[in-house]
């Protein structure tokens, strides 16, 4: 019977995330059931402390009786994104707060010392978090690869050098806390679905691109990750022709030409010998779009090449899978100025039905905010 009610409570929990307080009255309306089925769900949730009435008590007017809505002290998520060249944790209440943060930039790591650097902020978020006296729901790690559905294994992340890395074993062996494992693209897809840009659709995309390039799916209001944690995984996607014939050992074709990587890569090709040694090792996306903004020359065809790209694999997306939203994420997104126009109108013109683009407002807090929503699922 408790197994048959679940579906309820996430229900419950998701409605608030959502749309916030909402009144007793609705909670039959919002769980498709019956009212003793919905006083029941919404008894468990009290007692467990999950949700609670609001300070503001009665709705104005009388209305439908009191308003309820998420206890933010139920639980604290530990979160870390697992970035190509940053790792962001961040400990964050039941209700999407963010209490404290850590990060580590540019990092440089690999192997061993990518899994040593995560654990040693995951103690210092652990310890913060135990501090509070609030109960500890979880760790919930973002990684830039693809994540086992069955062992939490990443298969293959080559910003960290990690391949068939045990990650969920060996966080499961050193904390005595319930352990979740994901594709850092699908919290953050996750993240701007219950808490960002996305609360109020049903079928949203969220394209990162930073490093790498990834997408996660929401459809229905669920994270969608394929038949082997696998969707998403755009940066393989082959923008042209002659890409087929190409060995890619670490970054995709799409990523190639439009990832934080591929766009400071091409720069050092154009500038090789025309600057300084530790000028044309420090070039990176960032400072190419800079250039673009300054009229220079050389940085056109590479920034309106990564556009090109970028549409292509965006119109793709339309075609499969129609959504409602596309959400652009990821470092580069800081150029958004250059971006965001130029690839709506290439997306308008080659689509039946456009969605509507936006930018994300979670930034690097998404994948941390969609371990919150993973973790309540889950627990």
Same mark, same amino acid.
């Given at each position: 019977m408790r197994n048959q009610r679940r579906p309820n409570r996430l229900a419950v929990l998701d409605a608030l995330r959502r749309q916030g307080p909402i009144p007793r009255g609705r909670l039959a309306e919002v769980l498709d059931c019956g009212v003793p089925a919905a006083r029941r769900v919404l008894a468990e949730l009290e007692g467990?402390?999950?949700?609670?009435?609001?300070?503001?008590? +009665? %709705?104005? @007017?009388?209305?439908?009786?009191?308003?309820?809505? =998420?206890?933010?002290?139920?639980? *604290?998520?530990?979160?870390?994104?697992?970035?190509?060249?940053?790792?962001?944790?961040?400990?964050?209440?039941?209700?999407?707060?963010?209490?404290?943060?850590?990060?580590? +930039? %540019?990092? @440089?790591?690999?192997?061993?010392?990518?899994?040593? =650097?995560?654990?040693?902020?995951? *103690?210092?978020?652990a310890e913060f978090a135990r501090g509070t006296g609030i109960p500890i729901q979880g760790i919930c790690v973002g990684a830039p690869a693809v994540v086992s559905p069955e062992t939490e294994a990443v298969y293959f992340a080559p910003s960290l050098y990690w391949q068939g890395f045990p990650l969920g074993d060996r966080l499961r062996k050193r904390f005595d806390l319930p352990i979740a494992v994901e594709n850092d693209v699908n919290l953050s897809a996750l993240g701007e679905s219950c808490f960002g840009k996305g609360r109020q659709v049903e079928n949203l995309v969220l394209v990162q691109i930073g490093t790498g390039i990834g997408m996660g799916t929401v459809l229905g209001r669920k994270l969608f990750r394929g038949s082997h944690g696998a969707a998403g995984e755009i940066g393989s996607v082959i923008p042209e022709k002659q890409c087929l014939y190409l060995d890619y050992p670490r970054f995709g074709p799409l990523e190639v030409g439009a990832s934080g990587f591929g766009i400071a890569q091409r720069a050092r090709e154009a500038l090789a010998g025309r600057l300084p040694e530790a000028e044309w090792e420090a070039l990176s996306a960032a400072s190419v779009f800079e250039a673009y903004r300054r009229g220079e020359t050389w940085p056109r065809p590479i920034v309106e090449e990564a556009i090109d790209y970028l549409a292509i694999a965006l119109v793709s997306i339309c075609a499969y899978l129609d959504p409602e939203m596309i959400v652009i994420g990821g470092g580069v997104a800081r150029s958004a100025d250059l971006l965001m126009e130029p690839l709506r109108q290439k997306v308008a013109a080659h689509v039946p039905i456009m969605p509507r683009f936006e930018l994300s407002e979670l930034g690097p807090q998404a994948a941390v905010l969609g371990a919150v929503a993973c973790l309540q699922d889950r627990v």
């Open positions: 467990e402390r999950l949700v609670r009435p609001t300070i503001a008590g +009665n %709705q104005v @007017g009388g209305g439908r009786g009191p308003l309820i809505e =998420i206890n933010p002290s139920a639980s *604290l998520t530990i979160g870390v994104d697992l970035g190509g060249t940053k790792f962001y944790g961040a400990v964050a209440n039941f209700g999407g707060q963010i209490l404290y943060e850590r990060l580590e +930039n %540019q990092h @440089g790591s690999t192997g061993e010392q990518s899994y040593a =650097i995560l654990e040693e902020m995951l *103690l210092e978020l």
